[in-house]
């Protein structure tokens, strides 16, 4: 069965602080892995998106590492801020045009 | 260069009525990707189009239609609305094929369903 499990489910950081995020998939066949920043109420943007030979993409703060033999991803913020308060969905995609989408880790950052 | 634009915002309806939902793609681009994002489920995609054309479907009952115009700009119908159809509804456009190209969402439609 084609899934994408993402963990953990919610998160609560302090400023500043490091975290991961993970994300394992049984998607098959697989066409590339992205990350999806969506702050509440507004529509998801892309950080990362990487192909089935890529093994680690940056975008400012945010790394994203794939592993295709394990089929896991982890997306790492560095020296997290406020506005990285948000829902992060990890998204697979079949080369059939099929997408799976994880339900997401919801990521609070206080001061 | 404008983003994804999607109209109404919020709207309210209820069980039975229909309702259709707008969205224009950055000028450009030629595919619409339409999805729904309940707590409960998450996003699920719905369907695709491609130059006028469904390219691709979800696994979503006949109720939930669309369309696009030759300038790109799509719609989205549902009929015979649900509880469960509550929902914000999600446009996305790109410039060629989902699977090889960045999508770029718009804010969304808040759909709830009385």
């Known amino acids: 069965k084609n899934q994408v499990e993402q963990s953990p489910q919610s998160l609560i950081i302090l400023e500043g602080k490091n975290c991961t995020l993970q994300c394992n998939y049984t998607v098959s066949p697989f066409s590339n892995l992205r990350w999806y920043k969506q702050d509440t109420g507004r529509g998801p943007v892309s950080l990362t998106i990487?192909?089935?030979?890529?093994n680690t993409k940056s975008n400012g703060r945010y790394t994203a590492t794939l592993d295709a033999d394990t089929k896991q991803s982890s997306l790492h913020i560095t020296a997290s801020q406020l506005s990285d308060s948000a829902s992060y969905i990890c998204v697979v995609w079949r080369d059939t045009d099929k997408l799976i989408f994880g339900t997401g880790t919801r990521l609070q950052v206080f001061p | 260069k404008a983003g994804v634009t999607q109209t109404p915002r919020y709207l309210i309806k209820t069980r039975g009525q229909q309702v259709t939902l707008s969205c224009s793609p950055i000028s450009g681009h030629r595919s619409v990707s339409w999805y729904q994002q309940t707590p409960g489920q998450g996003l699920q995609f719905l369907f695709e189009y491609f130059s006028e054309t469904q390219r691709n479907k979800g696994n979503f009952p006949g109720r939930f239609s669309g369309r696009q115009f030759s300038n790109s700009r799509s719609e989205m119908n549902v009929s015979t609305l649900e509880l469960g159809d509550s929902a914000l509804y999600l446009c996305a456009s790109n410039s060629g094929s989902p699977t090889y190209n960045e999508q770029f969402f718009g804010p969304g439609t808040r759909l709830t369903v009385l």
């Open positions: 990487m192909t089935f030979s890529e």
